[in-house]
């Protein structure tokens, strides 16, 4: 299926240049023979003026209209050379702009295949190991109970990995097509933040996640979608860095009417000509064919979403001396 887009796709652009290059032919074709038709004009004119008007017995009449058949003639010329330079470049606009536009839609193709596959992957796994691991809980029914527990953790793990997924990819949709009706209320900003804090904490235990959160701060907001903003930034942030690299979580109040989110990481960073990309919808900083970390390029294009529906702003500086920090900056 790909093999076959890719070569519609080539032809199209064969045809696209093809018929740019025919169409140029035209315009300088067309050039040429009103210019010959002009000079021909031209020289009929002072032959008919020759003939009709002798220029030794009334000069002043000859040069008159001899001046008049130049100036029509310069006139012409320039006319026909406005109209083909005007004509040219409507053409070479128009051939850019569609051109642009057959790249960014190549470009949506490649990133929606993409997406495609990585949801497939990411969709199968959590799906495969809860099968293995309640097929194993079911084989063997004697297993000690650690190793239950292990197993029934496990499941529990890529059961809320998938669930983690399918809520991206649902709430993108129905963002996009204003279906999700926005249920704001007060609530606690801090508290809200703390759980999803400690919630990852457990489920990455073996990651150093620490967090500086003042209390007390609260905002009129959707709980779900804010939980859903706070996770794909953690989610990103673990996701992004190695191991043994530390994240941070911050809440802090600038005054009574604005508080920031912050999360730090200490993974490669983004390169400062992707940063205006990397909340547009299936975008994924660097190159589709060589990237490895896994991931649908839907979590920070509902993080802006979701900022934006709650007055608030979402910005990506450096962190020294290396690593990301995703700032949310909400005005209560």
Not at 103 to 123: D, G, P
Not at 130 to 143: D, F, I, R
Not at 158 to 165: C, G, I, V
Not at 270 to 288: D, L, Q, T
Request: charged share 30%; aromatic share 8%.
């Amino acid at each position: 299926m790909e093999q076959k887009l890719k070569a519609r796709l080539k032809k199209t652009t064969v045809k696209f240049w093809l018929l740019l290059i025919y169409i140029i032919a035209a315009l300088v074709w067309w050039f040429i023979s009103l210019e010959k038709q002009s000079k021909e004009m031209y020289s009929y004119q002072l032959n008919h003026l020759n003939t009709t008007i002798n220029q030794e017995k009334n000069p002043v009449a000859y040069q008159a209209e001899l001046k008049k058949i130049k100036e029509d003639y310069h006139s012409n010329t320039i006319k026909y050379g406005g109209e083909g330079v005007v004509f040219l470049g409507l053409i070479i606009l128009g051939a850019m702009l569609v051109h642009r536009s057959m790249k960014q839609q190549k470009l949506v193709q490649e990133q929606q295949q993409n997406f495609m596959m990585a949801v497939t992957h990411e969709l199968k796994t959590p799906i495969a190991i809860s099968k293995l691991n309640l097929e194993t809980l079911l084989k063997h029914q004697h297993l000690d109970e650690q190793r239950q527990k292990k197993l029934i953790q496990t499941s529990l793990e890529e059961t809320k990995r998938l669930d983690f997924l399918t809520n991206n990819i649902l709430l993108s949709s129905q963002l996009e097509a204003k279906w999700y009706k926005i249920n704001k209320e007060e609530l606690d900003f801090s508290n809200l933040l703390k759980d999803r804090v400690s919630d990852f904490s457990q489920r990455f235990s073996e990651r150093t996640i620490t967090s500086d959160i003042e209390p007390g701060i609260d905002i009129e907001g959707d709980s779900l979608l804010l939980e859903i903003l706070i996770n794909n930034l953690l989610e990103n942030a673990l996701k992004y860095s190695e191991k043994g690299d530390a994240v941070m979580v911050t809440l802090k109040r600038k005054n009574e009417e604005e508080a920031t989110m912050q999360v730090l990481d200490e993974g490669p960073g983004i390169p400062e000509e992707e940063r205006k990309k990397i909340y547009s919808k299936f975008y994924r900083v660097g190159n589709e064919a060589t990237r490895k970390k896994k991931g649908t390029g839907l979590g920070l294009y509902l993080c802006r979403k979701i900022a934006k529906d709650h007055n608030a702003d979402i910005s990506m500086t450096n962190n020294n001396p290396k690593g990301s920090i995703f700032a949310v900056r909400f005005y209560i």
